[in-house]
T-cell receptor, first 113, second 114 residues
């Protein structure tokens, strides 16, 4: 079965630095990959989607890359702010576009002033 | 636009009791999902509806869990009887479909089974 791995340890960085989060998967590549942000006591909020045939996507301070050879996606937040502190989840669609997403366990990001 | 509405926000029950959760998706969203999120884990898909039909319920423990989507809009998820391991946050999400795959989540119902 498919496995998704995200860093289980929290990532602590200084304000203004770039945060880089990793999402690794096994076996075959998904049709697309999504990143979500989750704050305590809240549901996940969609951030970015990148498809199998795309290498990179950007949205404001966010950038996501997708390397099907390495079976890895990287999620970058540039010029990080304390308000970026949250848990970030990657979610992969292995159902060929039927949007049956499998979520990773998430990585908690803490941005310190 | 209004978001995905869920109720109740919290629920505490004893094992073997029954419980029901309600979800109202974003207006016009054809696809509705129920996810279970255990503390420290990512959301796990329980059931996916397209309008009022079930697309996938392969991970729904059907001996105790049931779900329905009335008239392709609101949905309820029921657990009967509850077990201790059902303690989790139950998240409802909806998506527009038709090539727009992003999910919009509600705030969830936190269930504690004692």
């Amino acid at each position: 079965s498919q496995k998704i791995e995200q860093n289980s340890e929290a990532l602590n960085i200084q304000e203004g630095k770039t945060a880089t989060l990793t999402c690794n998967y096994t076996n075959y590549s998904p049709a697309y990959l999504q990143w979500y942000r989750q704050d305590p006591g809240r549901g996940p909020v969609f951030l970015l989607l990148i498809r199998e045939n795309e290498k990179e996507k950007r949205k404001e301070r966010l950038k996501v890359t997708f390397d099907t050879t390495l079976k890895q996606s990287l999620f970058h937040i540039t010029a990080s702010q304390p308000a970026d502190s949250a848990t970030y989840l990657c979610a992969l669609d292995f159902s060929g576009g039927y949007n049956k997403l499998i979520f990773g366990a998430g990585t908690r990001l803490a941005v310190h002033p | 636009e209004a978001g995905v509405a869920q109720s109740p926000r919290y629920k505490i029950i004893e094992k073997r009791q029954s419980v029901a959760f309600w979800c109202n998706p974003i207006s016009g969203h054809a696809t509705l999902y129920w996810y279970q999120q255990i503390l420290g884990q990512g959301p796990k898909l329980l059931i996916q509806f397209q309008n009022n039909g079930v697309v996938d319920d392969s991970q729904l423990p059907k001996d105790r869990f049931s779900a329905e989507r009335l008239k392709g809009v609101d949905s309820t998820l029921k657990i009967q009887p509850a077990k201790l391991e059902d303690s989790a946050v139950y998240l409802c999400a909806s998506s527009p479909g038709q090539g727009d795959e992003k999910l919009f989540f509600g705030s969830g119902t936190q269930l504690s089974v004692l």
